[in-house]
């Protein structure tokens, strides 16, 4: 599994995303991570999509974050090459929104692991920043991550040691979502996390669920569902 000290360092604000980001379900917890950052400036890394059109992606990005008053700053970070550009990783490191796009999770992992850029993502949010990541990039934050290409597992970064995280939930085909709560290891916690729908860490370490659905916490076959609203108990204590 990932470093576990990551999450115990965690100081800024953790965001993540099941997936249609930057859509009309999204501003009103965007609004709050704005808030949250200090900041107008948000980095958007569409790392995960260098296969799918990045620069759309970044592009779709830009227009809505600035519908909510943000100064979106895209960085097309699409190849290890760029994530260890020492410049590339200065500008994040002195961030106080980060976002990850949705993609290729084992793409972004080829970018992103062990590199400069995301040393740089580990200060800024350690540093109190957002740190926000939809989909592709949520599923890689955790430890284990689940593995698009059947719902088993693999190594994530490990920004949240023991919790794997599962997007696109209420909408996923059900033999993918029962295979990977079948195979989930024992010392670890599954989060189903709904479109337009995030998982809040907040500073305090606490987490709580915002947006158009819900998430479902899966430890064995045990799960319960917090709908957006509803506060989460403690997703690390394992």
């Given amino acids: 599994m990932g470093d576990a000290k990551y999450s115990a360092r965690g100081v800024g604000t953790l965001a993540l995303i099941g997936g249609g980001e930057w859509t009309e379900g999204c501003r009103d917890f965007d609004a709050e991570l704005l808030e949250a950052a200090g900041t107008d400036e948000v980095i958007v890394l569409p ?37 260890e550009d020492p410049k590339i990783a200065d500008t994040v490191r002195k961030a106080r929104f980060v976002y990850l796009s949705d993609g290729s999770p084992l793409h972004l992992r080829s970018v992103l692991k062990d590199s400069a850029l995301f040393q740089a993502i580990l200060s800024a949010y350690h540093a109190g920043g957002v740190l926000a990541a939809s989909g592709a990039g949520a599923t890689l934050v955790g430890d284990p991550m689940v593995d698009p290409r059947g719902g088993a ?4 970064l490990g ?46 370490g ?21 709908p957006a609203g509803t506060t989460v108990g403690d997703l690390e204590g394992i």
């Fill in 47 to 83: 790392s995960a999509a260098a296969f799918e059109h990045a620069d759309r992606v970044a592009e779709r990005a830009s227009e809505y974050l600035r519908s909510l008053g943000a100064k979106p700053r895209p960085l097309m970070v699409l190849h290890r090459t760029e994530a």
């Fill in 153 to 156: 597992y693999t190594v994530g």
């Fill in 159 to 204: 920004v949240v040691a023991g919790l794997a995280i599962f997007p696109y939930h209420g909408t996923a085909a059900n033999h993918l979502r029962e295979r990977s709560i079948d195979l989930l290891p024992d010392q670890a916690r599954l989060v189903g996390i709904d479109e337009q729908t995030v998982l809040v860490r907040d500073p305090n």
């Fill in 206 to 226: 606490a987490w709580r669920v915002a947006g158009s659905g819900a998430a479902t916490i899966y430890q064995g076959r045990e799960a319960i569902r917090f």
